[in-house]
């Protein structure tokens, strides 16, 4: 039988801190089926190695989970690699002789070669609620065959409400600026040929079971909310019933999210005002060849920029520039977009951070050009996962291309994230 479990959040990043949500979804599943649960929250930790020791020295556990965030900050500006930091903490619970299990969105963007670095027992590939427990029931059944389980073949346990705000210190979050989050969905459709989590199966949770969760911690005194998906209009019909249901409850609340250009329509946005949703961050590539595969055009980023003035919603673009063969045509075309249809703020990316098992790993790995436009030469058995990026833009041509408007900023010499930006904090 297992005893227990402990669920670590080993993202120690404050600016701003980041509440691990992931990690509260999975204690309602855990704590649904009777599993002991524990958790070790080490974001604000002076030595996070001492105080996971302690807490294995205290208490007796099966098996210890580890939740990634992020590999790295993904950004080539002072750019953080976040494993060997992790693998230290995996490290020690092995030497405890503990079964250790990784997820997390980190983890699902490179798992065969993230298990490997960190030498861990297991490891769960996205949803991780219904997953986890399947794991640990093979485990008691001595049929732990696998490494790796696939929770996408599983998705999120919609018929739970997660009651939240009760393990980890809210208060120390916000009052860095941290944020309360929360789901309406897991997976994304687009098919952005840079990222991990493109064309990966979607699972919409439970609407009024998100509402009440939403209300438990409004209730609780927290009402600044920024949504956890990948992006909230990944369907149009379900997130105009969310919103629908969301204005009906009357909770007073006010929320940012992210979204993609394409679906939408006017009650879409007439909706968002009306739940107080006042900030969106919309997702744009340059390269119209991208904008092609996720079904918009610059028609559509006019269109949302209207509705955006109309609804008197701050938009923030976060927009990436010179995939592989762009031309700088395509560059200045959307600058001097944004600068005639002008949005709070364009933070733009030039470097691309590339991930194994993306199109744009493949297309690198097969063209000697485009690697002799990267951060660091490609090893002889490169698995990516020691931060790498493509660029052949330069920073200075981008600031010329500016031309001195400080609508624009680069992404990564700023910190901080878009809700944080004085110039798109709501009064």
């Excluded at 609620?129 to 794991?135: C, D, G, N």
């Excluded at 394409?262 to 968002?272: A, D």
Aim: proline letters at 4%.
């Amino acid at each position: 039988m297992i005893s227990k479990i402990l669920l670590v959040n080993p993202n120690t990043v404050k600016n701003p801190p980041v509440i691990p949500i992931g990690l509260e979804y999975l204690l309602t599943a855990l704590e649904k089926e009777k599993v002991q649960v524990d958790v070790l929250d080490l974001c604000f930790a002076t030595n996070p190695s001492e105080e996971l020791n302690r807490k294995l020295e205290q208490n007796s556990y099966d098996f210890v989970g580890f939740s990634i965030r992020n590999v790295d900050s993904t950004l080539f500006f002072n750019n953080e690699f976040y494993l060997p930091a992790i693998k230290e903490l995996v490290k020690c619970a092995r030497e405890f002789g503990l079964k250790t299990i990784i997820g997390g969105s980190g983890f699902s963007a490179m798992p065969e070669e993230i298990l490997d670095y960190m030498g861990a027992d297991y490891g769960i590939i996205g949803p991780g609620e219904i997953a986890l427990l399947k794991l640990l029931n093979m485990w008691q059944n001595n049929a732990t065959e696998e490494k790796i389980i696939d929770g996408w073949q599983y998705g999120p346990d919609s018929n739970l409400v997660h009651i939240r705000g009760n393990l980890f210190d809210y208060p120390r979050y916000l009052s860095l600026e941290g944020i309360t989050g929360f789901e309406t969905q897991k997976g994304c459709t687009n098919e952005c040929p840079y990222c991990v989590e493109a064309k990966t199966s979607v699972w919409f949770k439970n609407i009024p079971n998100i509402i009440k969760e939403i209300q438990n911690l409004v209730d609780m005194g927290y009402n600044h909310f920024h949504t956890c998906d990948c992006e909230f209009n990944i369907n149009l019909k379900y997130s105009i019933e969310f919103l629908r249901q969301l204005v009906e409850s009357k909770i007073p609340l006010k929320w940012t999210l992210y979204m993609k250009p394409y679906p939408y329509n006017e009650e879409f946005f007439r909706l968002l005002s009306e739940s107080n949703a006042y900030l969106i961050t919309l997702t744009v590539d340059s390269d119209e060849r991208t904008q092609s595969l996720n079904n918009y055009s610059y028609d559509d980023l006019a269109k949302i920029i209207d509705y955006c003035n109309k609804y008197n919603i701050k938009l923030v673009i976060d927009a990436l520039t010179g995939y592989p063969y762009e031309l700088l045509e395509s560059t200045i075309k959307m600058i001097e977009f944004f600068k005639e249809n002008r949005p709070s703020s364009v933070g733009i990316g030039f470097y691309f951070r590339i991930f194994k098992n993306t199109e744009l790993s493949k297309l690198i790995s097969s063209d000697k050009n485009l690697q002799m436009r990267l951060s660091r030469s490609l090893a002889q058995n490169e698995n990516f996962l020691e931060p790498i990026f493509y660029h052949h833009l330069e920073q200075n041509q981008l600031k010329s291309l500016f031309a001195g408007d400080d609508l624009f900023k680069i992404a990564g010499l700023t910190e901080g994230v878009n809700y944080q930006l004085d110039d798109v904090k709501d009064e």
